[in-house]
């Protein structure tokens, strides 16, 4: 595609309940990173992935918090008996090759909101 | 671990004034240093960065320069534009070198 796309862009959940949300990274890129930022705060690294393995996962804040990654494409980041505390803009990066000095690319997020 | 500090927001400024926002890091080594724009209702994009010490990032008029000695990379801009308004985040390689660690990013706004 043409951009890092992210779905749904907008979430709403219970406290309590399991939520997945996917990004499609940009074709060919390699690298994905899944960021978290709060309200207020600057971008929470979560985890990176270089094709389907993910040699860094050390940002995952709880056992709670799962990622995956098929096909060295889609991902999708899980969140298991979410808290409000999880309430935050999960956003998706991808870059070429994932060496450190590339150039991310950005999704546009998704807003989640646990009540 | 690395760690980045950028100063708080929000910043007002009138068209064709002289932007700094500053931001300091932590470091164990020698990170690579960014500066990243989310503009209103875009996704953040890299805007400038350095690879090294003395090295100046430069784009669409911002400068920013790899200061090894006072741990800094001040973004700098002669004469903003009202186009200019958005938040920006200096980021810098965390220790491992797998991935980018943030600052909690400034509000410029820019008034014509």
């Known amino acids: 595609g043409a951009g890092v796309s992210q779905s749904p862009s907008n979430k709403v959940t219970e406290k309590g309940k399991d939520v997945e949300l996917r990004c499609d990274p940009i074709s060919g890129h390699t690298a994905l990173y899944w960021y978290r930022q709060r309200l207020g705060q600057g971008l929470e690294f979560l985890i990176y992935?270089?094709?389907?393995?993910?040699?860094?996962k050390s940002g995952l804040p709880s056992d709670r918090f799962s990622a995956e990654r098929t096909g060295e494409s889609v991902s999708t980041l899980t969140i298991q008996r979410t808290q409000q505390e999880d309430s935050a803009v999960y956003l998706c990066?991808?870059?070429?090759?994932?060496?450190?000095?590339?150039?991310?690319?950005f999704g546009s997020g998704t807003q989640l909101s646990v009540l | 671990g690395n760690s980045v500090t950028q100063m708080e927001g929000p910043v007002t400024l009138s068209e064709e004034a002289f932007l700094t926002i500053n931001c300091t890091y932590t470091a164990t080594g020698y990170p690579s240093l960014f500066w990243y724009v989310q503009y209103p209702g875009e996704g953040l994009q890299l805007l400038l960065k350095a690879t090294k010490a003395d090295d100046k990032g430069s784009n669409k008029g911002f400068e920013a320069t790899y200061r090894k000695e006072t741990t800094s990379f001040h973004l700098e801009k002669g004469s903003v534009q009202v186009s200019d308004s958005a938040v920006y985040f200096c980021a810098l390689s965390n220790q491992a070198g797998t991935a980018l660690i943030f600052g909690k990013g400034t509000t410029l706004s820019v008034s014509s």
């Open positions: 990066a991808s870059s070429g090759t994932g060496t450190v000095n590339e150039k991310l690319f």
């Open positions: 992935f270089q094709g389907n393995s993910a040699p860094d």
